[in-house]
């Protein structure tokens, strides 16, 4: 009669191992998933200050008002000096303008670097739409190499149409150059000459450029 209790039941532990299994992995599933959606809702939507990216040059109107655009460079992580040769530019709503930063190398390899980027106030973002950028792709320097690095962008005329940036008149956009995360790990080493750190980034150290 014990025999017969105990099959049922190792039935039901079976199945609840079952379904506990399928959900953990659902649950990792959702998880990985749950940043590229993000992501793209962001690029969709501009939410928390993401930029729009245009795939051709705007042709559109132009509008008789001006914005300024304010400049922002940030490292993390990174042995790299990184600024906008310009701070800010004054443009017209609508006009297509390109902006410059400067990057350069402090350390004695090649260090691959990626920014990310966002505009304040956030909602702008929906409007601001980068042509070309630096960002839409990793950068190798070589040691001591400096590289200008221009972006393209404009501002939708339609900002002028939202209650709440009716009357905007500054932009900031901001990026953060950060290290491309490295596949082996990497010796330490001296740095180059005004350079503040003793070892290698946590970098994929890559000798193209």
Same mark, same amino acid.
């Given at each position: 009669?014990?025999?017969?209790?105990?099959?049922?039941?190792?039935?039901?532990?079976?199945?609840?191992?079952?379904?506990?299994?399928?959900?953990?992995? @659902?649950?990792?599933?959702?998880?990985?998933?749950?940043?590229?959606?993000?992501?793209?809702?962001?690029?969709?939507?501009?939410?928390?200050?993401? !930029? +729009?990216? $245009?795939?051709?040059?705007?042709?559109?109107?132009?509008?008789?008002?001006?914005?300024? /655009?304010? #400049?922002?460079?940030?490292?993390?992580?990174?042995?790299?000096?990184? *600024?906008?040769?310009?701070?800010?530019?004054?443009?017209?709503?609508?006009?297509?303008?390109?902006?410059?930063?400067?990057?350069?190398?402090?350390?004695?390899?090649? /260090?691959?670097?990626?920014?990310?980027?966002?505009?304040? %106030? &956030?909602?702008?973002?929906?409007?601001?739409?980068?042509? *070309?950028?630096?960002?839409?792709?990793?950068? !190798?320097?070589?040691?001591? &190499?400096?590289?200008?690095?221009?972006?393209?962008?404009?501002?939708?005329?339609?900002?002028?149409?939202?209650?709440?940036?009716?009357?905007?008149?500054?932009?900031?956009?901001?990026?953060?150059? #950060? %290290?491309? *995360?490295?596949? +082996?790990?990497?010796?330490?080493?001296?740095?180059? $000459?005004? @350079?503040?750190?003793?070892?290698?980034?946590?970098?994929?150290?890559?000798?193209?450029?």
């Amino acid at each position: 009669m014990s025999g017969e209790t105990s099959k049922p039941r190792k039935v039901s532990n079976g199945i609840v191992a079952a379904v506990c299994l399928a959900f953990f992995t @659902g649950m990792v599933g959702m998880a990985y998933a749950a940043v590229p959606l993000y992501k793209m809702f962001c690029q969709i939507t501009g939410y928390g200050g993401t !930029t +729009q990216r $245009a795939e051709k040059l705007y042709a559109g109107r132009v509008l008789d008002r001006d914005i300024t /655009i304010r #400049f922002d460079a940030n490292t993390n992580g990174i042995p790299w000096r990184f *600024e906008p040769v310009a701070r800010s530019v004054t443009i017209r709503i609508g006009a297509t303008t390109q902006a410059h930063y400067s990057a350069t190398n402090m350390f004695d390899r090649p /260090i691959t670097g990626r920014a990310s980027f966002n505009v304040q %106030p &956030e909602m702008a973002g929906a409007y601001f739409n980068k042509v *070309e950028c630096f960002c839409f792709t990793d950068t !190798t320097l070589k040691p001591g &190499e400096t590289l200008d690095m221009p972006v393209v962008f404009y501002v939708d005329p339609d900002i002028v149409n939202v209650p709440e940036l009716k009357d905007l008149k500054t932009i900031t956009l901001s990026y953060t150059m #950060f %290290p491309v *995360e490295k596949k +082996q790990p990497v010796a330490s080493s001296t740095p180059a $000459a005004g @350079g503040g750190t003793n070892k290698v980034p946590d970098t994929e150290a890559s000798l193209g450029g």
